[in-house]
């Protein structure tokens, strides 16, 4: 069944249990990418960033560019159309790991050079996704895009890419 079949008591309470996986569990560092980033300093810089990240909720909010660029979960076609969607630290949610041995969302982690990754959690249907995008600014990493659970299905979803 598509998220377009569903009803809405039950739209809700999937993007709930989905957010609940998404931000209850801990998260595993990432794993080793098809270009062989792992064992390089770059590698090692962000595994460190991201395990910090999810678990210490301060350092998180400290490593946000707030306003962040991205949509919320279950965006609708006039958040999208007018690009001006952004998180605040008010209408942030502190993010915790997420565990992928349990889950039905399979992780990819690609980095882009040694400065920048994209993180995607796709939910094994293919309809529902969530991006993340991390980039070093500095000598530091920061979550520089965040883009909800949200249906991406081909033809009836919505670009979460921002741009990617």
Same mark, same amino acid.
């Given at each position: 069944?598509?998220?377009? &079949?569903?009803?809405?008591?039950?739209?809700?309470?999937?993007?709930? =249990?989905?957010?609940?996986?998404?931000?209850?569990?801990? !998260?595993?560092?990432? !794993?080793?990418?098809a270009?062989?980033?792992?064992?390089?300093?770059?590698?090692?810089?962000?595994?460190?960033?991201?395990?910090?990240?999810?678990q210490?909720?301060?350092? !998180?909010?400290?490593?946000?560019? #707030?306003?962040?660029?991205? =949509?919320? !979960?279950?965006?609708?076609?006039?958040? @999208?159309?007018?690009?001006?969607f952004?998180?605040?630290?008010e209408?942030?949610?502190?993010?915790? &790991? #997420?565990? =992928?041995?349990?889950?039905?969302?399979?992780?990819?982690?690609?980095? @882009?050079?040694d400065?920048?990754? /994209?993180?995607k959690?796709?939910?094994?249907?293919g $309809?529902?996704?969530?991006?993340?995008?991390?980039?070093?600014?500095?000598?530091?990493?920061? =979550? @520089?895009?965040?883009?909800?659970?949200?249906?991406?299905?081909?033809?009836?979803g /919505? $670009?979460?890419?921002?741009?990617?």
């Amino acid at each position: 069944m598509s998220i377009k &079949g569903m009803s809405m008591r039950d739209r809700f309470l999937f993007f709930a =249990l989905a957010l609940m996986a998404f931000t209850g569990c801990k !998260q595993p560092a990432p !794993q080793e990418t098809a270009s062989g980033r792992e064992g390089g300093e770059a590698w090692k810089d962000f595994t460190s960033f991201y395990e910090r990240f999810h678990q210490d909720s301060a350092y !998180q909010m400290a490593h946000i560019t #707030f306003p962040l660029e991205g =949509l919320p !979960q279950g965006a609708d076609s006039a958040t @999208i159309a007018s690009g001006a969607f952004r998180w605040t630290p008010e209408t942030w949610t502190i993010q915790h &790991g #997420f565990n =992928l041995q349990s889950a039905d969302f399979e992780h990819q982690l690609r980095p @882009i050079g040694d400065d920048a990754m /994209i993180e995607k959690l796709v939910h094994r249907s293919g $309809d529902l996704a969530i991006v993340r995008r991390f980039a070093r600014l500095g000598d530091e990493w920061y =979550l @520089i895009y965040y883009a909800g659970l949200n249906n991406v299905k081909h033809g009836g979803g /919505i $670009d979460i890419e921002g741009g990617f």
